[in-house]
Structure formats: C-alpha cells, structure tokens
C-alpha cells in the first residue's frame, strides 16, 4: 500500500482541529475587513464538506475494521447531509460525486461499496 493511501488514524480530529482554526481565521477577517454580505460560517461550512471527503476516502479506503461504521458515524456527527442540502454543492469528479451521495445516504453497505469502487479505481490506476 502506497503512503499516500496508507490509513491516517488521526486524520478526522486534525481535521476538526483544522476546520476551528479556518473558522476563527475567517471570522476575524471578516470582523477586521468590515465585511457583513457574507456570512464566514457558511465559507467554513462549505470548506468543511470538502475536507470531510478527504475524511471519508481515508476511513472508505481503510480495511481496518470498524472504518465503514465509523464513516457513518462522521457523516451523521458532523451533519454532512444537512450541510449538502443547504449549500447544494456538488462535484464534478465521479469519486467526490460517490461521496457527496454517500455523505446524503450515509450507510454501511453503501461505504462498502464505495471501498469497493475505490480497489477496483487504485487498481487501474496501479496497473
């Protein structure tokens, strides 16, 4: 297993961690610029979901157990579903798609299949 794909344990917390600092960065700035048209919450909400995904092919990818249930429970915990539906983002790439659906329908037998689409894709791109 390459390094890039290796499992990263603590990824999901450095996340959060990272997520808090974007949020204090964006709020001071705006606070500093005087800027009140944009809300930097939603910014750091949109910046979040696509962080999670980078969470969530970490945990998909892993075959350590307890990674497919612990995918589900990061989507339910951060709220990921309710995010998508109020910023309506989407993505182009079919393997973000993937997992904005899963993060809509978060379930186990669906991050099963999705670690599955992900062997079959680093295969091909290994071959």
């Given at each position: 297993e390459s390094m890039v794909h290796a499992y990263d344990r603590g990824l999901y917390e450095n996340v959060r961690l990272l997520d808090a600092v974007i949020r204090n960065i964006l709020q001071e700035k705006f606070r500093e610029e005087g800027i009140?048209?944009?809300?930097?919450?939603?910014?750091?909400d949109r910046e979040k979901v696509w962080l999670m995904t980078y969470v969530l092919k970490n945990e998909i990818r892993?075959?350590?157990a307890g990674t497919l249930t612990r995918a589900v429970r990061i989507c339910q915990k951060?709220?990921?579903?309710?995010?998508?539906?109020?910023?309506?983002?989407?993505?182009?790439?079919p393997v973000n798609r993937m997992l904005l659906f899963f993060m809509r329908h978060p379930g186990k037998m669906l991050?099963?299949?999705?670690?599955?689409?992900?062997e079959f894709y680093d295969q091909r791109q290994n071959a």
């Open positions: 009140a048209e944009v809300d930097p919450s939603q910014m750091a892993s075959t350590e951060e709220q990921l579903k309710e995010m998508l539906e109020k910023y309506r983002l989407q993505a182009k790439a991050a099963w299949l999705d670690r599955k689409v992900f």
